[in-house]
């Protein structure tokens, strides 16, 4: 992808205060130094990050539709599936569900390299732990099914991102998971570019929490990139929205042509969710 300096570079010189604020923060992240990572203020990156490498993502939804499959799912999830993707190394993970409905419930894996996917479940099964603990979610009969469907897709952290965050821990945190659709694979990557290049750095600065940001690489909508970010309460994601939309940087980047959303998206999915009690993230 272009650098800062190479993008628009007329219109980027002409915005007042931008290349100040990009220098501060945006530079960082797009360097991906250790140094870079571990000036960040939040939680949830591992010490001496590894330069020049990214986390990948899987996310999931447990598709459900009874308050029964809710339980076993709860119960899965906390007593053998996450303690066994820990023991795999797979940590944080986060499970989220819709503020009012029981289903979708969404898994979040983190994974720092994509050998151990292929061989995940092979893996679980080998575990008598997860076998003992997750027995009834496992061999649920198919008369009597523990969950209708899963879908998942495989993202890739961006550069200007490249591990998952927990930047909020309070009890009554809120999530909001975004999914921005684009027209082409050449408009994808545009978008993605606009979010390493400053916009990451201007989420931080006026309070909109990034947990993470990926490229889809498998899943539906595809092209896209998904992100989700956390916030104390409803009250506080509202407000630092508000906040974002009036931000003289934001306002200054978004008026760059080849960064206009007419040419680069054309969907957006927004979803508010609440983590389970259980949730690592």
């Known amino acids: 992808m272009e650098t800062i300096e190479t993008i628009n570079q007329g219109n980027w010189m002409n915005r007042r205060g931008f290349i100040t604020m990009a220098g501060a923060a945006g530079l960082a992240p797009l360097a991906m130094s250790n140094t870079g990572a571990a000036a960040q203020p939040r939680a949830g990156r591992a010490a001496g990050a590894r330069a020049g490498t990214r986390d990948y993502y899987e996310l999931r939804q447990y598709q459900i539709q009874t308050e029964e499959q809710k339980k076993g799912l709860d119960v899965f ?93 309070s009890p009554g945190r809120v999530f909001q998971l975004r999914i921005y659709e684009s027209p082409s694979v050449k408009t994808g990557l545009k978008k993605i570019e606009m979010f390493n290049t400053a916009e990451i750095a201007i989420f931080r600065k006026v309070g909109l929490h990034p947990v993470f940001f990926g490229q889809a690489l498998v899943g539906t909508k595809m092209p896209n990139l ?34 206009a959303d007419k040419k680069i998206l054309c969907g957006i999915t927004n979803l508010l969710l609440k983590p389970a009690e259980y949730s690592q993230v």
Do not use: C
Request: charged share 25%.
């Open 226 to 259: 998904t992100y989700m970010l956390a916030f104390e309460s409803r009250d506080e994601q509202q407000a630092n929205w508000k906040k974002f939309g009036a931000d003289p940087d934001w306002q200054a980047l978004r008026a760059i042509p080849d960064y």
């Open 77 to 169: 999830l906390r007593e053998a599936a996450i303690p066994a993707w820990n023991r795999l190394g797979i940590q944080p993970v986060g499970v989220f569900e819709p503020e009012k409905e029981i289903s979708p419930v969404y898994v979040l894996l983190r994974h720092r390299q994509l050998r151990g996917l292929a061989t995940l479940e092979t893996q679980l099964l080998a575990d008598s732990e997860y076998q003992s603990k997750g027995a009834a979610f496992i061999d649920a009969p198919a008369s009597a099914p523990a969950y209708q469907r899963v879908e998942s897709s495989l993202l890739a952290a961006f550069s200007g991102m490249p591990e998952v965050e927990t930047p909020v821990r």
